[in-house]
T-cell receptor, first 116, second 111 residues
Framework: AQSVTQLGSHVSVSEGALVLLRCNYS??????LFWYVQYPNQGLQLLLK??????LVKGINGFEAEFKKSETSFHLTKPSAHMSDAAEYFC??????????????FGGGTRLMVKP | DTAVSQTPKYLVTQMGNDKSIKCEQN?????MYWYKQDSKKFLKIMFS???????INETVPNRFSPKSPDKAHLNLHINSLELGDSAVYFC??????????FGSGTRLTVV
């Protein structure tokens, strides 16, 4: 079974400050890891994903995440927060993509608030 | 051109009614999904279909019945709606795990 834990349901940063959203996972097989962003009243948009290869993954809007197997973590960072980054962020894990109908298991989400 | 489209976007209905939510994808993906997001924003898979065949059914009450007439469509029919069914329902499609695309959601409110 797989699970995802996002530490901190709410994170508040000042505009221009570092953004760090934490994600830890549990998986019995090599995981595939994802970060999604959800703006108010909208669907989920993929920020970035780790499948294989380089453990530092760069995504859209200046976000990046690093897969650390020894720590079972996939934390999301951005060097400088912008007001438009305020949203709900979801970390998700999946098994190998080789199986049809593979599902995503989501963490509980972290609401990022950006103060002017 | 919307990749995964759901209709309606908002649905308000009374307890006991039957309602349907439609989903269509124009990405040519083989697999489609329904996810439920509750009031605390928690997202959980409900169903997955691959080429019109049910693959995943995650302990969802049998009042929920997905229907896939073809691989581009996955509709969700809900019988005898209950207050606890109020949530946002997301349709998604993928060719493999790399290519998950979500719809914009249907906010269902049962009164």
């Amino acid at each position: 079974a797989q699970s995802v834990t996002q530490l901190g349901s709410h994170v508040s940063v000042s505009e221009g400050a570092l953004v760090l959203l934490r994600c830890n996972y549990s998986s019995s097989v090599p995981p595939y890891l994802f970060w999604y962003v959800q703006y108010p009243n909208q669907g989920l948009q993929l920020l970035l994903k780790y499948t294989t290869g380089a453990t530092l993954v760069k995504g859209i809007n200046g976000f990046e995440a690093e897969f650390k197997k020894s720590e079972t973590s996939f934390h999301l960072t951005k060097p400088s927060a912008h007001m438009s980054d305020a949203a709900e962020y979801f970390c998700a894990v999946s098994k190998s993509p080789n199986n049809a109908g593979n599902m995503l298991t989501f963490g509980g989400g972290t609401r990022l608030m950006v103060k002017p | 051109d919307t990749a995964v489209s759901q209709t309606p976007k908002y649905l308000v209905t009374q307890m006991g009614n039957d309602k349907s939510i439609k989903c269509e994808q124009n990405l040519g993906h083989d697999t489609m999904y329904w996810y439920k997001q509750d009031s605390k924003k928690f997202l959980k898979i409900m169903f997955s279909y691959n080429n019109k065949e049910l693959i995943i059914n995650e302990t969802v009450p049998n009042r929920f019945s997905p229907k896939s007439p073809d691989k581009a469509h996955l509709n969700l029919h809900i019988n005898s709606l209950e207050l606890g069914d109020s949530a946002v329902y997301f349709c998604a499609s993928s060719q493999d795990t790399y290519g998950y695309t979500f719809g914009s959601g249907t906010r269902l409110t049962v009164v």
